[in-house]
């Protein structure tokens, strides 16, 4: 049966309507898994995506009996698929396929309860003793969370991360997961029958339609042995998301945090000679990267190649004094994690000496020092990072497949050059062609643009300017509330939250005050409240109806220019012969941009405004680039006339 049919058969069941953008991404879809050419879809909110690749991937994987891979950036699209999508698909093709199709989530290793290390107690390597942790009386937060993961690792089915509610900090999941190098293996561990991780392994082996994300997608790319099914077609949900995933992944990191958890895995293992020498040395290097200064490395300073070399040499020598046959499990365990950590620290120095080796122009790692504040903390991490991660994806991700990359948000400046070439397309061998199925909102009788082209540039403070502050009062008001503030900085957030809450009578949340998702839930159930953040509100936020009709950017987002990676790539289009700010400053930004304004309009009923406080985005050179990359709305630079149509949806709703 062609795709269209199956199409229209599931969107019936559905209850559903026809759209014509879903009726030619699928179509497109189906063609390129056909074709065997790479293809890049932007499609827009409300387009119905999710079906338009699900259709023809369920159909190809049961006509083929070969599976699809579908990854994802983020746990709520990947719940969607596996909780609601799927499913419901599964049903309305019931009658029209020749089996009913079945579908598995797989996760990296981590992501899962290690039944070994719960049950033979090789936990603690965080403050407290590892006794300590199982005794019901443990006092502190990470003890009662790790006595909680015990209980629940009886009751679980999946020992998935994402399964427990509430979850936990990062500090207490690490005492009851491994990594992939920590791990025994099945056949070693007296728990591999009954691995989480490997029942969702064996589940995908055996599907129709995996389910993953980004990051395993990527150690699949990278890893020497395959950690996904075999697969020849690959589709890429959130696709703008997949080089900056890839890249976390590709980054290797030295800390105090890593090299202390080093210290008490071996602390039992070697003699007491190697661990006095170890600690000598991790100590002193330690010193060093706190005392040093933050930023981009060029060049290698003569005192941190001496301790890089020193700390490499050492955690190879602590290494290879630890015995790894022996059987008993706990023991084994134990020396599996020691040895772990102290090959990543032995393969990340290498590393960081290796990157400064070949000329700058030619040099394919960046390498940073950070010092990152934390509740008045500060901790220090020596970082390394790939350049680019676009040769990575052309000949380990999509050499051996075809895969479909899709989106809300692909084209930068009206264009899929930039994406093309970040994913490594453009200089691909297999053929791959773009294309743009709109979306089902009339954009611009739904939406206005508004740039405020009367306000000063902001500043460099990163705090909004009392100009800028009073546009957004007289702005929320008329919106009465009803708004969604996407700042460059938590800094510039928090300045103007507290500034709005004195000057206006609608209540106004600040991401921080509380989670994200709470937040999210009471800005979306409280249509006078307004809601003001940072990043992940750029791109996590789904909220239709009236509780948002206006969306306010504070200035356009470009990085920071001192951040280490970007600026490093940007010297490099520069040095290539490439204008470097636009192609990486400026796509950057674009990106950002498309998915702050994608906020607005979620459902087609939804009306509202986007604000742009930022004049440059209406006097720059740059500025019809950006505008480019946005949806097509109604744009305008004044002021009086957006306060006026806010004042109308505002009466109207």
Same mark, same amino acid.
């Given at each position: 049966?062609p ?6 058969t599931a969107?019936?069941a ?5 759209r ?5 991404m ?11 050419? =790479? ?6 909110t ?11 991937a369920?159909?190809r ?7 699809v ?13 596996v ?8 049903d @309305? ?9 079945s579908?598995a ?8 309860l290690?039944l ?16 300590? *942790?199982f ?24 020992g998935?991360r994402d ?5 936990v ?5 690490g ?7 920590e ?11 009954d ?5 969702? !392994? ?10 993953t994300?980004?990051?395993?997608l ?27 995933r890839v890249?976390a ?17 071996i602390?039992?293992?070697?003699e007491?000679?190697?661990l006095q020498?170890?600690?000598r ?10 005392? @040093? ?5 060029? =060049? ?24 790894t ?6 023991a084994?365990? @134990?020396?599996?994690? @020691? ?6 620290i032995?393969?990340t ?12 122009a ?5 390498v ?8 008045g903390? #500060? ?7 790939? *350049? ?8 380990r ?13 692909? #084209?930068?400046g ?9 994913w490594g397309?453009a200089?691909?061998?297999t ?23 009367q306000?000063?540039?902001?500043g ?11 546009e ?7 919106a ?35 989670t ?9 159930a409280?249509p006078?409240?307004?809601l003001?953040g ?11 109806g ?12 470009f ?9 490093? !790539?940007? !010297? ?12 990486v400053a ?6 950002l ?5 994608? !906020? ?21 050179r ?6 480019a990359s946005?949806?097509?709305?109604w744009a305008?630079?004044d ?6 149509a ?6 109207a709703?």
């Open positions: 049966m795709v269209t049919q199956l199409l229209a969107v019936a559905l209850g559903g309507k026809e014509t953008g879903q009726l030619e699928a179509e497109a879809v189906a063609h390129a898994f056909s074709s065997g050419e =790479h293809l890049a879809v932007q499609a827009g409300g387009t119905g995506k999710s079906l338009a690749y699900l259709v023809p369920i159909d994987a049961i006509t083929d009996n070969t599976p891979v579908v990854s994802t950036a983020t746990i709520a699209l990947q719940r969607q698929l909780n609601r999508d799927l499913p419901q698909l599964a @309305a093709l019931a009658e029209t396929l020749p089996r009913r199709p579908f989530l797989l996760k990296g290793r981590q992501n899962y290690c070994n290390k719960i049950h033979n107690g090789s936990a603690g390597d965080a403050a407290e003793e590892p006794q300590e *942790l005794r019901p009386q443990a006092a502190s937060a990470l003890g009662r969370e790790v006595l909680r993961l015990t209980e629940w690792a009886s009751e679980t089915d999946t998935d399964d427990l509610k509430p979850g900090a990062d500090r207490s999941w005492q009851v997961s491994v990594s992939a190098r791990c025994l293996g099945m056949a070693r561990c007296p728990f591999g029958t691995c989480f991780s490997e029942k969702a !392994r064996a589940k995908a082996g055996i599907a129709d339609i995996v389910v994300n980004h990051a395993l990527a150690i699949d790319a990278v890893a020497d042995s395959a950690v996904l099914p075999e697969h020849r077609l690959l589709v890429v949900d959130e696709a703008h998301d997949l080089v900056d890249t992944v590709a980054t290797g990191e030295l800390t105090a945090t890593s090299l202390g958890i080093a210290s008490r895995r602390a039992q293992l070697v007491p000679e190697m020498r170890w600690e040395m991790s100590g002193a290097f330690i010193t060093f990267i706190q005392n @040093a200064p933050a930023g981009r490395m060029d =060049h290698l300073d003569d005192e941190l190649a001496i301790q890089l070399t020193a700390l490499r040499d050492t955690a190879d020598a602590a290494r290879s004094t630890i015995d046959s022996p059987t008993d499990p706990k084994a365990a @134990a020396r599996n994690e @020691a040895v772990a950590s102290l090959l990543d032995a393969d120095a290498t590393r960081i000496l290796s990157a400064f080796g070949p000329a700058i030619d040099r394919t790692d960046v940073w020092l950070d010092h990152e504040e934390n509740r903390s #500060t901790r220090t991490f020596l970082r390394v990072a790939p *350049l680019s991660v676009a040769g990575l994806l052309r000949t991700l999509f050499a051996d497949v075809t895969a479909v990359l899709t989106s809300a948000t692909l #084209t930068v009206g264009s899929f050059d930039a994406m093309a070439a970040a397309l200089d691909s061998e053929p791959w062609r773009g294309i743009d199925v709109g979306s089902p909102f009339q954009h611009a009788k739904s939406g206005i643009l508004y740039v405020a082209a306000l000063p540039p902001p460099r403070d990163g705090t909004g300017t009392a100009e800028q502050l009073t957004i009062a007289e702005l929320i008001t008329a009465g509330g009803r708004t969604l503030g996407l700042f460059s900085s938590m800094r510039a957030a928090r300045s103007a939250a507290e500034a709005m809450s004195e000057r206006l009578s609608t209540p106004v949340l600040c991401q921080g005050d509380d994200t998702t709470t937040l999210v839930e009471r800005f979306a409280e006078e409240t307004s003001f940072t990043l992940s509100l750029w791109q996590g936020v789904d909220v239709p009236p509780s948002l009709s206006l969306v306010i950017i504070d200035r356009i987002p990085p920071r220019p001192d951040d280490p990676l970007l600026s490093a !790539r940007q !010297r490099a289009v520069a040095a290539a012969g490439g204008n470097g700010f636009m192609a400026a796509s950057h930004a674009a990106l941009l498309a998915q702050g304004a994608g !906020r607005l309009l979620r459902g087609t009923d939804d009306r509202g405004v986007v604000a742009v406080l930022d004049s440059r985005m209406a006097t720059a740059y500025g019809g680039y950006l505008r946005l949806p097509p709305f305008t630079t002021a009086a006339a957006v306060r006026a806010l004042q109308r949806l505002t009466k709703s």
